[in-house]
Structure formats: C-alpha cells, structure tokens
C-alpha cells in the first residue's frame, strides 16, 4: 500500500515514513504544496496525509484537488490546528480523519491501516477472492486455505492485483507502485517480470489457478481463466 505524507517539517515527515516503512508501507514525501499537487497528478496513492500549513500553500486545496480529480485515496488530515472550524471544514470537504499535532506515530499507523481497510477492503481483516485469502493485519497469505510465503514485493504486488481485478495493469504503473519514487534506480521493469514470475509459480503450486494475464504490449491483468 503506497502513502503520500505532505509535511513541510522535515524531521517529523521523515518520523512519519521511516515508522509507516516498517509497518510495510511504501511511503513518499511533499513538502511543499507544489510538490503534493504535482505528485497527486501523476501518481495514485492508497492514502494521503495531509498537513494544513504549508510554506507555498494550504492542505485544504490539497484535498480539493483529490476530490477534483476523483482520487481514490484516502485522507488523513495532521495538524497543530486544533478548532472545531478546522476539524467541521477538513470533513466536509472530503477527509477521513482529522488528527491534532502532537500525535503518537503508533496511533497514525493504526488510523491508516483502519482507513484503508475500510476504503480499500469493506473494513474487513480477511481479502478473499477465488481460493485466495489475505489476512492484512498479519501480512498472511492463503492459496486453497495453505498458508503461502510471499517476499514483501510479491505480498505488495499480490495486493495491488486483487485491488485491481479484471483491470489491465502496465508494467510502469506496476513498478511505480512497488517501488514509489525509487523505480528508476531498481531495473524495475525487469524486477516486475521476476516478481510476477515468482507470484504466479507459488500460486499455482499450491493449487491455485494461474489468474495472472499478459497483455502483449500492455503489462498484466490478474483475472479468473
């Protein structure tokens, strides 16, 4: 799942993604206005955490933005603002969540996992979808109820297939979401074939069917034979 944090204090941006990475997140950082809007134009994010005070700007446009373009992310707004006029105007405009700065990076964490589970997933623990069963809150996975392990790029990689059902996928978009702002620097293209090479073999010799779909020319697309 892939994080946008917007936050021009570059201490608590980096406590953010550095606690949000170990949690299995794949995180990117704005910290300015610009930056968010230009990176919310050309990439999709699972969720998106907000600061208010921006230097060049102010995380409400930031999420009118999103509502704009239709963005299927999430929104947590973080803030040291703390008036119920904030708080009224941060929802109606389109936010999830609202949290007031100081916070505990445990409770953001379990904010954001809640937030997308709920957006992503119907609130519920378990995926399942054919004879596959992912347990999110243990990063589990389950081929014809026979617990499978995945490498942390082929789990991130089954998990945007299943979010992504019947959708033709390009080996860009793919490679983008696995590795963020660090695609360039990982042959990503090639690694892209490796993983899904190595996810379609584990599938299957576990009983499952071979639910991943070349498209000549395109990329891939994960749907029932």
């Known amino acids: 799942m892939k994080i946008l ?20 997140f794949i995180c990117e950082v704005a910290n300015t206005f610009w930056q968010a809007d230009e990176k919310i134009s050309l990439y999709q994010y699972d969720c998106t955490i ?21 963005a299927a992310t999430g929104i947590i707004i973080i803030s040291a603002r703390n008036t119920l006029e904030d708080k009224l105007k941060g929802l109606e405009i389109g936010s999830d969540d609202y949290m007031t700065k100081p916070f505990h990076l445990s409770e953001l964490n379990a904010r954001v996992k809640s937030l997308i589970r709920r957006r992503n997933f119907g609130g519920n623990n378990d995926m399942i979808w054919k004879d596959i069963r992912v347990n999110l809150p243990a990063r589990k996975v389950f081929i014809k109820d026979i617990e499978t ?3 942390k790029k082929e789990y991130d990689l089954l998990l945007y297939f299943l979010s992504n059902i019947d959708v033709a996928l390009t080996k860009e978009s793919i490679a983008e979401h696995l590795w963020g702002d660090n695609m360039d620097s990982a042959d990503s293209l090639d690694m892209v074939y490796s993983h899904i090479k190595n996810l379609r073999r584990k599938i299957v010799e576990k009983g499952g069917k071979d639910y991943i779909q070349s498209i000549y020319g395109i990329g891939y697309k994960f749907t029932a034979p």
């Open 5 to 24: 944090v917007v936050e021009d204090e570059k201490g608590l941006a980096e406590s953010i993604t550095d606690y949000l990475s170990r949690e299995g």
């Open 50 to 70: 907000v600061d208010l005070t921006l230097p060049d700007g102010n995380g409400f446009d930031i999420i009118q933005t999103l509502k704009k373009i239709a």
């Open 149 to 151: 392990t995945l490498s």
